[in-house]
């Protein structure tokens, strides 16, 4: 057997072995340095989806509460109801022009309200008072504007627990909530 009189030197027959003196480690290095620094400087770009959202068990609710605490639009397509799909499309960026794809005439005036609160379009709170139901039109005063003194005419106490929540009390609100998906959906918005 002979022995190779430069270790520095390929042998012939074996794969060339860079020297140790080269920059590939580092360049790789820093290539992911800048990826990762891109990713956390890039406005929209990462999105921190609410913990809580894993807590609800429909699983239509469930992307919808994705979607709308950080997921984005893309979490809309896991939605089978066609309704929820529109409004959950209208609120992560599609716009007030989604609502018009829901059928339930109530259901579309609150979508309109919120996108156009999340817009602060000014004209938010008006959409409210074509909603017939007379807790949900609360609901939609209070989250679009009118504030905390709204939810007191809520009947429904999971809703009013809702409302008072969103509306500054906080996610301790949450917690008179009986209601476990609806419980978890409102830890995940007001815990933003």
Not at 38 to 50: E, I, K, R, Y
Not at 68 to 91: K, M, V, W, Y
Not at 117 to 142: L, W
Request: hydrophobic share 30%; proline share 7%.
């Amino acid at each position: 057997m002979m022995l190779h009189e430069n270790p520095m030197q390929p042998m012939p027959g074996l794969p060339t072995v860079l020297p140790p003196t080269s920059d590939l480690p580092t360049f790789f290095l820093r290539g992911l340095l800048l990826l990762v620094l891109a990713m956390m400087l890039a406005p929209g770009s990462v999105h921190a989806q609410s913990s809580q959202c894993g807590f609800i068990t429909d699983p239509d609710r469930q992307a919808y509460c994705r979607a709308t605490n950080g997921g984005g639009a893309s979490q809309c397509g896991f939605i089978r109801n066609p309704d929820l799909q529109a409004r959950c499309r209208a609120e992560t960026g599609g716009g007030s022009s989604q609502c018009g794809f829901i059928r339930d005439p109530d259901r579309q005036a609150e979508c309109r309200a919120s996108v156009g609160n999340q817009s602060s379009s000014g004209s938010s709170s008006s959409q409210c008072g074509f909603i017939h139901d007379p807790d949900r039109q609360a609901y939609c005063r209070a989250t679009t504007g009118g504030g905390a003194s709204q939810c007191g005419f809520i009947r429904e106490p999971d809703l009013q627990a809702m409302c008072r929540a969103q509306t500054g009390s906080g996610a301790s609100q949450c917690g008179f909530i009986r209601n476990p998906d609806m419980q978890a959906a409102c830890r995940a918005q007001t815990g933003k």
